[in-house]
């Protein structure tokens, strides 16, 4: 999937080219399961199951380091 076509639109601040959001995220604690619940909320919320959606696309999902 390809969005460089409409970033600009939807870019959330308009001066930067990139951003780090690590230390945000660790000042608020978030752990793997955390943010899996997250997604998974989010996921629940339009009818759809994290499950479902990463079995889907179980051979580009990313691996916790060890």
């Not at 999937?1 to 690590?22: E, L, R």
Request: aromatic share 12%.
């Amino acid at each position: 999937m390809d969005w460089s076509n409409i970033f600009d639109m939807c870019k959330p601040y308009k001066n930067i080219t990139a951003f780090d959001v690590t230390e945000g995220m660790k000042t608020k604690n978030f752990t793997v399961n955390k943010m899996f619940h997250l997604a998974d909320e989010f996921y629940r919320s339009m009818g759809e199951s994290l499950i479902i959606v990463h079995l889907t696309i179980a051979n580009k999902s990313i691996d916790k380091k060890r």
